[in-house]
């Protein structure tokens, strides 16, 4: 299973790479941390984000709330990095792992790994701090994932 999260609001600044968490978006990213820890539906021990300072402290505030220490900084999660690029990295990933990144990327990464290669349409959407959990339902490859569950911030009362 992989949950792809997408970074919570961050101020903006002169510099994409340097934006930060607002106050709301640091209380956001918490309550999804909590939230994730005490439904119990996130089993892992990794966090992967992006080299951006927003992705980072989103991570590493879920990771607090979700008890997961373990917080590595991945390239090819930026906004405008290639998605069939980043989904040949996932075929070697063997267990659960969460994903925090940006858009257009993250629509366009659910998009290829749940419909595969020239889909139009995208099948998912992502709000600052949604969370969606997609299984592996064959080798890996887009096209063979499904969607097991998605989470907007707006549910969460935060």
């Known amino acids: 299973m992989i949950y792809l999260v997408r970074h919570a609001e961050a101020h903006d600044a002169d510099r ?14 918490e309550r999804l ?6 439904a119990r539906i996130v089993d892992a021990e990794v966090i992967w984000h992006s ?12 990771g ?12 090819g999660l930026a906004p405008n990095d290639s998605p ?6 996932l075929t070697a990933v063997r267990s659960d792992i969460v994903i925090v990144g940006h858009n257009p990327h993250l629509t366009a990464l659910g998009t290829l790994l749940v419909k595969g290669e020239g889909a139009n349409l ?8 949604a969370a969606l959990a997609l299984n592996n339902v ?19 009362d935060a």
């Open 16 to 29: 994409d790479e340097l934006r930060e968490l607002t106050d709301r978006g640091k209380r956001v990213a």
């Open 84 to 89: 069939a690029a980043f989904a040949r990295k």
């Open 51 to 62: 080299t951006l300072v927003r992705a980072r402290q989103t991570a590493a505030l879920m």
């Open 64 to 75: 607090r709330e979700m008890g997961i220490s373990i917080l590595k900084e991945i390239k």
């Open 33 to 38: 941390g909590q939230f994730l820890r005490q």
């Open 122 to 129: 995208p099948a998912v959407e992502f709000p600052k701090c």
């Open 138 to 156: 064959g080798s890996g490859e887009p096209g063979e994932w499904c969607v097991a569950w998605h989470l907007s911030p707006a549910m969460l």
